[in-house]
């Protein structure tokens, strides 16, 4: 039996991870996924463990090796939009990319930011970044984005004397002390460890 949700998480990843866990826990599996879309098979409970990954910043390149790589070890991946845009030749430049991905297009990342990554439940904790150094580099990636609008925000609000455009700046100043917070704190415990 199938079961077809739709939901939409946006940049929260941690509630679209935790939203996937509690599906495999009552015995659904995903199977595929679409802009709101989210089907599943029944499966036994809690067979099947989540993590989602933002790789916006990757090149379609990179994304599709570490996509692969991923698949060789195991785990099945699903692509997952970040954000909804029905259109069609949609192109988004993303300052905060790497090389090669700083345009995204349909034939690139375009809506398909995240990835969604399943292994079989263990009963070992499922994390992706283990070292203090990827997770530090994994939390400026997600940094980043937000520091960019910030940044535009802040910006416009000068220029234009405008009050009103300190709200955006000030809404994403939240998430970017968060990641900073997580990139100072596993940089320290990185340094820490050296020691």
Not at 7 to 12: A, D, H, I, N, Y
Not at 18 to 47: A, H, I
Request: aromatic share 14%.
């Amino acid at each position: 039996m199938s079961k077809t949700c739709y939901r939409f998480f946006g940049g929260l990843l941690t509630a679209q991870e935790n939203w996937l866990n509690k599906m495999s826990e009552r015995g659904y599996r995903l199977v595929q996924t679409g802009k709101l879309l989210y089907k599943f098979e029944e499966c036994k409970p809690d067979q099947v463990r989540y993590c989602v990954e933002f790789i916006g910043q990757k090149s379609a390149d990179h994304a599709k090796e570490y996509r692969d790589f991923l698949e060789d070890m195991g785990y099945r991946v699903f692509y997952k939009n970040i954000n909804l845009n029905y259109s069609i030749g949609k192109m988004r430049w993303r300052p905060w990319a790497e090389k090669g991905g700083r345009i995204a297009t349909n034939a690139t990342t375009f809506n398909r930011e995240l990835l969604i990554v399943e292994k079989e439940n263990d009963g070992k904790a499922f994390a992706l970044h283990t070292t203090y150094e990827d997770k530090e580099t994994y939390y400026s990636s997600l940094r980043n984005p937000w520091l960019s609008v910030l940044l535009m925000f802040a910006i416009c609000a000068i220029l234009n004397r405008s009050p009103m455009m300190c709200v955006p700046a000030l809404i994403s100043l939240f998430p970017v002390t968060i990641y900073q917070t997580q990139v100072i704190k596993n940089r320290r415990k990185a340094k820490t460890k050296e020691w």
